[in-house]
């Protein structure tokens, strides 16, 4: 298959999976209404989606590589298009958090899926370049989804938003039904799997690259699991307005998107990803100081989060790109681990931001602060590899 093409079936399965994060989050207290709880248990679904997504990443890159790419992602988008389609059925928080998990399970696998077939068609700096367009996809579902999410809620009801996606992703699996993946030279190995993946992670070229993603990765999950019910709650935000909010967001890691495809040929891969994770401590920082300075002030907020955001867009291909590089063991193994170890830590920091959810800005921002410095430190002492 032409690597163009190849390039945009995985842009366009990475956004229906990203999607499952963003989309419904402007309808979260209707949600939260009609299954009668609290706002902050519904939050949890996120969490939870997270958390489906971080563990079965090891299995759907091990099943890849012994079964091939195509089955496995259609079998991903056949699990996650019918846990869309069965979420709005549920009437109870229990059945809603459950069919979260099972849908974050087909995300995981489309995810996975997505940052092979880029792996299988590009290498070294192309690959950063190639995965900044996966990082476009995923600002797109991020920030615009987010706003048609609250477009469909205010129109159509909150079911809605579940039953168009569940639609669009099964018939997503109907186009990739009909295209032909290319059979690669690589045979899979006798060697246990869990032995391939304990090689690559004790390599730091790979390990200290995919935690510097994994933390400002966590960046965003702690915003979107605590800003609703900040921006939503004591500063009287509606559902579109928290929509609207997308749109600065998008355009944030729009940009920072772009300038990894334009300039890490030239700039080099170190460079863009030490400049990405100081931005995403400064964002950080400064929103730390405005939630205790002045905490009414919801652009002090959202604002600086836009740079972190910025700052991330930078971050992710690169971090995804040098790890893969620095991985000891060709084949899907190493894209799998490090969407492992990103989705594990969304998966936690979900629920630390869960946990830590209420009226007051100060504690998110101050887990969005430390998370932005753990991310600082792994590109600090990362190995340094030469330009390919």
């Given at each position: ?99 979260r998990f099972v849908q974050g399970i087909g995300a ?281």
């Amino acid at each position: 298959m032409n690597p163009s093409l190849i390039l945009l079936i995985t842009c366009c399965t990475v956004f229906l999976a990203q999607l499952g994060m963003s989309i419904y989050l402007p309808a979260l207290p209707q949600i939260a209404g009609y299954l009668q709880v609290d706002a902050s248990q519904v939050a949890w679904g996120l969490a939870l989606y997270l958390i489906g997504m971080a563990l079965p990443m090891l299995f759907w890159g091990s099943l890849a590589q012994r079964i091939g790419r195509k089955p496995v992602l259609l079998a991903a988008l056949g699990i996650y298009g019918l846990a869309n389609l069965a979420l709005p059925l549920g009437a109870t928080l229990e059945s809603f958090l459950l069919l979260r998990f099972v849908q974050g399970i087909g995300a995981s696998g489309i995810s996975v899926m997505a940052r092979v077939l880029i792996r299988d068609s590009f290498k070294g700096d192309l690959l950063a370049k190639a995965l900044s367009w996966i990082s476009i996809s995923f600002v797109v579902a991020l920030g615009i989804g987010q706003y048609v999410g609250s477009i469909i809620q205010v129109t159509l009801g909150w079911q809605a938003i579940f039953y168009l996606l569940g639609a669009v992703s099964l018939m997503m699996a109907g186009i990739v039904s009909r295209l032909s993946f290319p059979v690669l030279a690589e045979t899979p190995s006798t060697v246990s799997p869990w032995t391939v993946y304990r090689q690559i992670l004790s390599h730091r070229a790979f390990l200290l690259p995919a935690l510097a993603g994994g933390l400002g990765y966590g960046v965003i999950i702690a915003f979107n699991t605590a800003a609703p019910l900040i921006l939503q709650g004591p500063l009287n935000w509606s559902a579109a307005d928290y929509g609207l909010l997308g749109w600065p967001i998008s355009a944030a890691y729009f940009l920072g998107a772009v300038a990894v495809n334009r300039f890490v040929l030239r700039t080099g891969q170190q460079r863009l990803m030490a400049l990405g994770v100081g931005l995403v401590l400064a964002g950080s920082g400064v929103m730390l100081l405005g939630s205790l300075a002045a905490s009414s002030l919801a652009w002090l907020l959202w604002l600086p989060y836009c740079v972190a955001v910025f700052g991330q867009s930078l971050n992710y291909p690169i971090s995804l790109s040098c790890a893969n590089d620095g991985a000891p063991i060709a084949g899907a193994y190493a894209m799998a681990l490090s969407g492992f170890i990103h989705q594990l830590l969304a998966a936690v920091i979900g629920g630390l931001a869960s946990l830590m959810a209420g009226p007051h800005a100060w504690p998110l921002s101050l887990l969005c602060c430390v998370l932005a410095l753990g991310a600082v430190l792994c590109v600090r002492f990362a190995p340094k590899r030469p330009r390919a």
